[in-house]
């Protein structure tokens, strides 16, 4: 029974403080005068009666009611309800009666009110009746207002005498004596929340998706928000959004409805739920972690730093569904035809309690199973249960899920523990949804009517406790009058007689305590069980827990006991293997258990070391995940099994299982100490039952109870709990005592253990340094300890406890302080006495001491011990000059997050891990090893890769325990897709740990070029002075003088003045910069009379023209290097040697090919307005229509539009060097635009005969014409003038300069720039030219792109996520996409030049997308780029002369250590890749190529890649040799030797190469289908090592050769079993046409005779075979101009060939087998892919074709082929040689005909039809119309289609 109101309290305006600005409240009455004993007077109410501040108003407002809710100290809520009105303000209307004194009194009237203050009714108590406060309150005002006859002070003290029920279903009457009549309806259950209509209007409010939001954020402790302008719908939200969290209750701040002078509350760093009115808006925008709702506009606003956890599926899913049934019930008949009729409107209470029934059955599903996971730690005099989290949530599934983990790490789930779990109470709706109606709501999810039906009984049940009594009594409530607040004169609200209302709220009381108080005894009963805990999703069992496998474990087990170490041995992999499931582990612990004897298992040496391996390796895993059940179940175990070390000495197996993060696991002890404690009480009363009486479980429990071996400790403690108050004194004081003695007991139990396992072994080493973060290289101690619980016990315990120690601690200290807040803790909450706890303190210290004089003796003897045998460390095979560093290091290798070597789901040996020794050498870091599986066989494991392309490198932590006292390792990842991780053998001492980092960190970052190992190989250091940092502004006479000097000495080259005693006049500076117009350099490449270019530049200029550059300038015919007298007028571009001292740009090589009109003095200017000084020159030139490709840097400073236009006028005096430049600037592009537009125009005619659609195709006009030209443009006739310092011309009035967008047009140049820099450019059609804005990738997303891309090719350990997948995250890389990007930008580049115009790079610095950019567009348009010499002139070219940051980008040299890898070059050697895949037979070289060029890019090698351009080989002395003098070569260059491997073996070369077949141009399909990984990035040799490196990987086929010729033995079988990631496939099982060449070699030898080149014999044995088979006149019908993809069918096309032809070459992927016969099936290297199968042909049928002239019509079997583009004929239709074709690129026209002469007498006039090509008309007839017009239909679809 409680009073309906605890105080009544009249608050009104406080007119002291309402000249201070804002006004404030103040409490005028409040009734009773003294505070309830049994509830306080609630402070600062004044504040929360106007929560948006009390303010005066000009008008009369209508009374408004609202409910507050303060909690008081107690976490005890009252309910405050507020009726406010307002009333006129007397002081304020005083002074305005006497300023109008005068006219009062002439008038005679009264003026109305200027101003009206609030005043506010409050009604506080404790129960929650919101409608009775309403009625109750509004019944004072209308007395008041309507001023009637009634006595306010009995209304008042009527309010205190009623007295309510709690609950229990039952209704009161009352009235407040003013004729009313009220009725209060009490729930049925009180811990069920009471919600009227307020969790219905919110769904309203805010909808589906908003309130599940709220829903999880609310669960999940953050902070919530609400706003309105409604201070109930504050209130009704946030009762709303409370009850939804039924059964959990909310423990947070609490406040509907907070005053705005509060508002600093919602900077609390607590979780909360707050209403604020709308009016603060403003002040809730600024909040960063506050989610916002806003209830009048239906939305929600989530801060981004905000991860919001949804709700597991499918509940999250099923529970949408279910809200959006009762929400929306017309939903699904909306589609109907015929629709039912409109479904009545639901009422509002029973739609409330639909939607929290939905919220029910979740929480049912969600807690399924929960009290099973309780553990009862105590049962008297109160039960102490706790939650066993980690069980719940391995056995749900959901470990991982982070919204129910942060839900039951909540404090709402404790309280829910706290008061739910008592086995013996009363029970609500909740507790019988969750034990009995589980399964049938999983079974109701399928069907909707059954999951509707069981949601509306739930709503019934919910709205009978609310409303148990439908049938509810007349009540009757006085409202005020209509209109009544609007009267004009309205008396204040009188006092209130306060000593009236105290004597009969008295004279009430006194009747009350006269009356016997009725009593509710509480309904308890026993809580069912319910059933255990259900997966929630049904995941598949692992393939690790099935039959088989646990049989392993088993089996391995019993030879373990049994002493069989020979089957032990044999089955020990596979067992550790078997492991790794769960189900394996616990079958592990169950055997062992089997096998303990009387408390102490002794087993022999072997037999401990078996035991031993297989705890670890069960132990490695164990976490929360598996709720701690391996590890609990192990620990026992490590006390029972032990090994005699010598007489009286024994070593116990938890000496050598401490190396596990588990122990140091606070958490672990504390759930296995309640789980045993949990045991122990169970069997206490177990067996103390027998003794006492009363105990029937049978009639709480329907059915028959269980045996009492049966019952757990819950139905026990339900019993005990229910006998407790029947029970003596002195019997509950002996059960008290029993549970604490055995709780105590327990504790000293598990102390003992805790320092068993967290003591090490090794107490020689007294102090203990406490563990360093990952990857430090310098902190941190590889101390026998470093991984025992000492370490982790010391760090936690002084982390947590806000300092650290300034003194390293002994290991005995750190272990007495963890059990020792162990202790505390458990025994704490346990209820363990403080003097047990005391003598617990007292004897742990004792016991460690004692523990560490044992482990003295054990670890001495245990050192006596023979060692293992541990295998040879095996010396690695070595490079010519590379020589070892650091002696191998004994280590074990461990796999990573690939799987091909570690057997597991994919099969296979186990390679991995293995165990060898770990080399540092001058160029590679060598693992070389054996499989630690012994079962594998004798292979030998190597993993290497060069030290300079390691990009990461860390300390790593494996608790993989293969052998014991293994330290920490470390992990290197390279840029090769290579990653070694290792740990130290226990023999690695940390001193030769940390000497091999240092030794490795030395040869990763080398001082010089000279310290790689390029340089090492029988070369000496050359002794240069390298040039030290000069001033951007250095002059070029200083700068020239310090490269000559360094050149000089380093003996390589003269160039520069020679030193001599002439006088320097005027003309030196121009004859320093280089070649002028008058400069004579004769076309046939001989160097210039010597009265032009000086006689000591003559060895400059000669090794300058035999560099790439001018060799492929001279075969593309671009550009002179001749006198203006013996130039060709028709030449208008020159090559010019200004550059040649890299004065103008260091970036750029020595000749360049610029305008013909340009003069070489103007260069330095205009190389000053762009990026690195990178000036556009030519780098390419057509070799059929002319056109040229032009690279250079961005634009820098001024922009595009300023390159065009002046803003001084011509007759302008330039005042500064930044004008001079941007007009030199302006004359090289006209001069450039001129040239290129004058060999277009000379070229236009030639390029349209030769090839009408030469055009650009409309993709790529789209493509390039993104910029608007619609936009006026600077007439070419004013640039011009303004260029030569004229007036422009006056303008032809008549023709107008008009631009129609329609109008497709082609220019001589298309500039592609960077979108920022040619924003609003405005250009003359007259130029002929067209700036095209691009957006390129930029640097950093190839950096982050490539370190994703290794995460997926290459990951450090295996992901725990298993959705992880390796193309998902391959995927998510990005690297494919930018892949197509570049490809679709080379590919736009090459079609404009291939219709005839010219192209301009000018982006970013013209280094990195330029030079991929340019590299590819050349490679697609020039086949000699396609060779192995021309490819290799192009990296020479673009790559090296023009100055591709290498050493930067590669990050080999020193001052990049910090700098990230980033793939440019090995980006645009995948690029090749994908167009090499598509056009196989177009390629000289093949794949293994550009793998060899990808490795050796970042090896250090080779000198080839180690510098950034030419000026700085120049500069070290390593651009040019000397042919003279042997002794000046320094460093390997990699064409070298790529050369010298290429005339002994094929390795490079493609046996598919056919040149006369691919002259055209390459258009790859760059669709992402088509994109395919390059194997390069996952592909592994385990048995030698990459196969890179040739020299040695030459040497292990001659050695096991040599091996069988001296067994003389002949080989038992030619069958081997071939592994990919161990062998390499290549060399074991080479190509057909390899091996026939080898075949041949030896057969040479055998004869004795010198062997023949392979190359010749290629050679003539196909041009043998192409005579054989008559290929001649095949390639005669078929013209060379087909150069399409290959077709879809190409793998299987080669299947069909009688010999495996790859793609031929060492450490290629023969994952597609070709099958062209190199010897005597070769009759055609095309044909074969002219495949009759149905995935070449799209239409086919019998065409009649008219022959050539004088010839007749023939029938002939047609094939359109859209992959091919083609139209091929054949004979007949089981004919496969095809007998010629149209290639449909030709195909102008398809129309009807007419018959002609000699046309079939049969067919239909209308069958005929004919195809118009470039070359020739082609006459056809169908068998009848239809087919015909179905033929023109095909053609005419493939044609618009290309």
């Known amino acids: ?1079 004579d350099v004769s076309d046939d490449s001989e160097l210039p009379p010597s009265s032009t270019l000086k006689a000591s530049e003559k060895s400059t200029m000669e090794q300058l023209l035999e560099r790439a550059c001018f060799r492929d300038y001279q075969r593309l015919g671009v550009g002179t290097i001749s006198s203006s007298s013996s130039r060709s007028k028709t030449e208008h571009f020159k090559i010019t040697a200004v550059n040649r001292m890299y004065s103008i740009c260091r970036s750029y090589p020595g000749l360049l090919v610029i305008p013909q009109c340009i003069q070489d003095s103007s260069l330095e200017k205009v190389a000053r307005c762009f990026r690195q000084n990178r000036l556009p020159v030519v780098c390419w030139k057509h070799f059929r229509n002319k056109a040229v490709l032009v690279r250079a840097g961005g634009f820098h400073g001024r922009g595009v539009a300023s390159l065009f236009k002046s803003s001084n006028p011509p007759g302008a005096v330039p005042v500064s060097s930044e004008f001079l430049s941007s007009l030199e600037q302006e004359k090289y592009l006209q001069a450039l635009v001129s040239a290129i537009t004058a060999s277009y125009k000379m070229n236009a005619n030639s390029i349209r005969t030769v090839r009408l659609n030469a055009a650009i195709s409309p993709g790529v006009l789209a493509t390039l014409r993104c910029s608007n030209r619609n936009n006026g443009r600077v007439p070419a006739a004013d640039i011009g003038a303004r260029l030569a310092g004229k007036d422009a011309p006056p303008p032809v009035s008549n023709v107008a300069p008009t631009y129609n967008p329609a109008r497709s047009r082609q220019f001589a140049l298309y500039i592609f720039g960077e979108r920022s820099q040619i924003r609003g450019f405005k250009l003359e059609l007259g130029l002929n030219c067209e700036f095209v804005p691009v957006e390129v990738t930029d640097i950093r997303q190839v950096k982050a792109s490539f370190k994703k891309l290794m995460r997926a090719c290459v990951p450090s350990t295996v992901p725990a996520d298993s959705e992880t997948t390796f193309l998902k995250t391959l995927a998510d890389s990005e690297w494919l996409f930018q892949l197509q990007k570049l490809l679709l930008f080379s590919t736009s580049v090459s079609e404009v030049l291939e219709s005839g115009c010219s192209v301009l790079l000018c982006l970013e610095d013209g280094w990195d997308i330029t030079t991929q950019v340019v590299s590819l567009a050349q490679l697609l348009c020039d086949p000699f780029y396609r060779t192995l010499e021309g490819f290799q002139m192009l990296i020479e070219k673009e790559w090296l002369s023009f100055g591709h940051k290498f050493s930067q980008r590669s990050n080999l040299a020193s001052n990049s250590q910090g700098s990230d890898f980033t793939p440019i070059f090995l980006q645009f050697l995948d690029c090749v890749h994908q167009i090499h895949k598509q056009y196989p037979m177009a390629f000289e070289f093949n794949q293994y190529y550009l793998k060899f060029l990808a490795y050796h890019s970042v090896s250090s090698r080779f000198k080839t890649f180690l510098l950034d351009s030419d000026y700085e080989r120049l500069e070290h002395g390593t651009l040019f040799e000397d042919k003279g003098d042997k002794m000046a070569k320094k460093g390997l260059c990699i064409w070298e030797t790529i050369e010298r491997i290429h005339r002994k073996s094929p390795v490079f070369f493609n046996y598919l190469y056919v040149q006369s077949e691919w002259k055209r141009m390459l258009r790859p399909s760059i669709t992402m289908p088509n994109l395919t990984k390059w194997d390069y990035y996952t592909e592994e040799t385990l048995s030698s090592g990459p196969s890179y490196d040739w020299v040695i990987a030459n040497v292990k086929p001659e050695t096991s050769e040599d091996t069988d010729h001296i067994n003389g033995a002949a080989p038992q079988s030619k069958r081997k079993t071939v592994w990919p990631c161990y062998d390499d496939v290549s060399s074991v099982q080479p190509d057909g046409i390899t091996t026939l060449l080898s075949e041949i070699e030896k057969l040479e030898n055998k004869l004795t005779q010198s062997p023949e080149r392979w190359h010749s014999v290629w050679s003539r044995t196909r041009s043998a075979s192409r005579d054989d088979s008559g290929l001649d006149s095949t390639l005669k019908k078929q013209s060379p101009d087909t150069a399409g993809p290959i077709p879809n069918d190409f793998q299987l096309c080669q299947r069909r060939g009688l010999l495996h032809l790859p793609d031929s070459g060492l450490g290629e992927d023969h994952s597609t087998p070709s099958s062209a016969n190199g010897v005597g099936q070769t009759s055609s290297f095309y044909t074969q892919f002219a495949s009759k199968t149905d995935e070449n042909r799209s239409f086919e049928g019998i065409l009649y074709k008219r022959g050539a002239l004088l010839k007749g019509w023939k029938p002939r079997w047609f094939v359109l082929d859209v992959t091919k583009h083609q139209l091929r004929y054949y004979d007949s239709k089981e004919d496969t040689n095809c007998r010629g074709y149209i290639d449909l690129a030709d195909v102008e026209m398809v129309t009807p005909s007419t018959p002609t002469i000699g046309a079939p007498k049969t067919a239909n006039e209308r069958a005929f039809f004919d195809v118009k090509t470039t070359k020739r008309m082609y006459n056809f007839c169908a068998c009848d119309a239809q087919i015909a017009h179905l033929w023109i239909d095909k053609i005419q679809s493939c044609i618009s289609d290309a």
């Open 1 to 1079: 029974m409680a009073r309906l109101a605890d105080y009544f309290i009249i608050v009104g305006f406080d007119n002291g403080k309402a000249g201070s600005g804002e006004g404030s409240g103040k409490i005028i009455q409040r009734f009773p005068c003294k505070d309830w004993t049994d509830a306080s007077f609630p402070q600062g109410i004044e504040l929360f009666c106007q929560p948006g501040g009390w303010q005066l108003s000009r008008e009369r407002k209508p009374p408004t009611f609202f409910v507050v809710i303060l909690t008081d100290s107690d976490s005890e809520r009252h309910y405050c309800a507020c009726l406010t009105f307002y009333e006129a303000e007397i002081n304020l209307q005083g002074a305005k009666h006497e300023e109008t004194e005068g006219e009062g009194e002439e008038t005679g009237l009264i003026q109305p009110a200027q101003a009206f203050a609030p005043k506010s009714l409050v009604l506080v108590s404790r129960l929650d009746y919101p409608e009775i406060f309403r009625a109750c309150l509004g019944l004072i005002y209308t007395v008041h207002v309507d001023n009637l006859n009634i006595s306010l002070e009995l209304l008042i003290a009527n309010l205190f005498r009623c007295i309510v029920p709690l609950a229990g279903g039952s209704q009161k009457l009352f009235s407040l004596g003013a004729g009313d009549r009220q009725l209060i309806q009490t729930p049925l259950c009180d811990s069920l929340p009471i919600t009227g209509t307020s969790v219905a209007v919110l769904f309203q409010q805010l909808g589906i998706q908003n309130i599940l939001r709220l829903f999880c954020a609310v669960l999940t402790e953050q902070k919530i928000v609400f706003h309105s302008t409604s201070y109930q719908r504050l209130s009704d939200a946030c009762r709303a959004l409370e009850a939804l969290m039924f059964p959990l209750k909310y423990s947070y701040p609490y406040i509907p409805v907070l005053p705005g002078q509060l508002l600093e509350v919602l900077s609390s760093p607590t979780p909360f739920i707050i209403g604020v009115h709308s009016s603060f808006h403003n002040e809730i925008q600024e909040l960063l972690d506050v989610i916002t709702a806003d209830l009048d506009g239906g939305t929600i606003k989530i801060p981004e730093c905000i991860h919001l956890c949804d709700l597991p599926e499918p509940l999250l899913q099923q529970t949408q569904a279910a809200l959006s049934l009762i929400l929306h019930p017309d939903l699904e008949v909306a589609d109907y035809a015929f629709p039912p009729l409109p479904l009545p409107p639901c009422n509002m209470k029973i739609l409330d309690k639909e939607l929290r029934a939905v919220f029910l059955r979740l929480f049912a599903r969600l807690f399924q199973g929960y009290r099973s996971c309780l553990q009862l730690i105590r049962i008297h005099a109160e039960p102490v249960i706790r939650f066993h989290k980690a069980a719940f949530l391995g056995q749900r599934g959901l470990i991982e899920n982070d919204f129910l983990t942060k839900v039951l790490d909540g404090m709402a789930f404790v309280g829910f523990v706290s008061e739910r779990g008592p086995p013996y109470r009363t029970c609500d709706l909740f507790d019988e949804l969750v034990a009995y109606e589980t399964e049938r709501i999983e079974r109701d999810e399928g069907n909707v009517q059954k999951m509707l039906k069981h949601i509306r009984e739930l709503g019934e049940q919910l709205l009978k406790n609310e409303n148990p009594n439908p049938h509810m009594s007349f009540q009757k409530v006085p409202r005020p009058t209509e209109g009544s607040h609007l009267r004009v004169h309205v008396l204040p609200f009188p006092r209130v007689n306060e000593d009236k209302v105290q004597t009969l709220i008295q004279e009430g009381n006194s009747k009350h305590q006269s009356v016997m108080p009725t009593t509710i005894v509480e309904k308890k009963c026993v809580v069912p069980a319910g059933p255990s805990v259900a997966s929630l999703t049904d995941k598949a069992g692992s393939v690790f827990n099935s039959a088989r496998r646990l049989e392993v474990v088993k089996n391995c087990i019993a030879y373990i006991f049994e002493n069989k170490l020979l089957e032990t041995e044999k089955m020990l992999q596979a067992a550790l293997r078997a492991l790794k499931g769960k189900a394996a582990r616990q079958c592990l612990t169950d055997e062992l258990s089997l096998r303990v004897q009387e408390n102490r298992t002794i087993l022999d040496h072997q037999q401990f070391d078996y035991i031993i391996r297989m705890m670890n390796c069960a132990l490695q895993n164990c976490s929360g995940s598996e709720e701690y059940g391996v590890a609990a179940a192990l620990l026992p175990l490590t006390t029972a099994f032990c090994r005699k070390l010598s007489p009286g000495v024994s070593q116990f197996a938890y000496t050598c299982v401490q190396d596990h993060p588990i122990w140091a696991t606070q958490q672990f002890w504390e759930v296995t100490f309640y789980n045993d404690a949990q045991s122990q009480i169970r069997s206490l009363y177990l067996t103390d039952k027998g003794d006492r009486t009363g105990i029937n479980l049978d009639k709480r429990i329907k059915g028959v109870a269980p045996p009492d071996n049966g019952r757990t400790a819950m139905d026990l403690a339900a019993e005990e709990m229910r006998m407790w108050p029947s029970l003596g004194k002195e019997k509950q004081q002996e059960l008290l005592q029993s549970e604490e003695s055995t709780v105590y007991s327990l504790a000293i139990h598990y102390a003992s253990l805790m320092v068993y396992l967290l003591v090490p072994l090794d107490t020689s080493q007294n102090k203990l340094l406490r563990p360093s973060a990952t990857g430090d290289w310098e902190s941190g101690t590889n101390s026998i300890i470093t991984t025992s619980m000492a370490g982790s016990v010391a760090e936690s315990y002084d982390t947590e406890s806000g300092f650290e120690d300034a003194e390293v601690m002994d290991a005995a200290h750190y272990v007495v302080r963890f059990i020792t807040r162990f202790i505390d803790k458990v025994c704490t909450e346990s209820g363990v006495t403080q003097d047990h706890i005391k003598s617990l303190h007292c004897m742990i210290p004792g016991n460690v001491a004692m523990h560490i004089e044992t482990l003295e003796v054990v670890y001495r003897e245990s050192k006596r011990l023979p060692p293992i045998m541990k295998p040879k460390i095996l010396q690695p095979a070595l490079l010519p000059g590379e020589k070892i560093e650091f002696e191998g290091l004994r280590v074990f290798l461990y796999p990573d997050g690939r799987e091909e070597a570690t057997g597991g789901i994919l099969g296979g040996p186990n390679i991995l891990p293995a165990e060898g020794a770990l080399f540092l050498t001058t160029y590679r870091i060598i693992f070389k090893g054996t499989p630690h599986d012994h079962i594998v066989g004798e292979q030998t494991v190597i993993r290497s890769f060069p030290i300079t392309s390691v990009i990461k490198e860390k300390k790593i932590h494996i608790q993989n325990h293969l052998q014991q006292g293994t330290q920490e390792g470390l992990q290197f990842q390279s840029s090769t897709f290579q990653l070694i991780s290792v740990t130290f053998d226990e023999e690695v001492c940390v001193e030769f740990v940390d000497m091999f980092k240092k030794h490795f960190l030395k040869l990763r970052y080398p001082h010089s070029i000279f310290s790689t190992f390029a340089f090492a190989i029988g070369q000496t250091m050359p002794q240069i002075a390298l040039p030290k940092q000069k001033e951007k502004n250095t002059s070029f006479r200083t700068f020239s003088k310090t490269i000559a000097k360094g050149a000089k000495m380093a003996g390589k080259i003269t160039m520069g003045r020679q030193s001599s005693g002439k006088k320097k006049t005027s003309d030196d500076r121009g004859s320093r910069l280089g070649f002028t117009e008058d400069d």
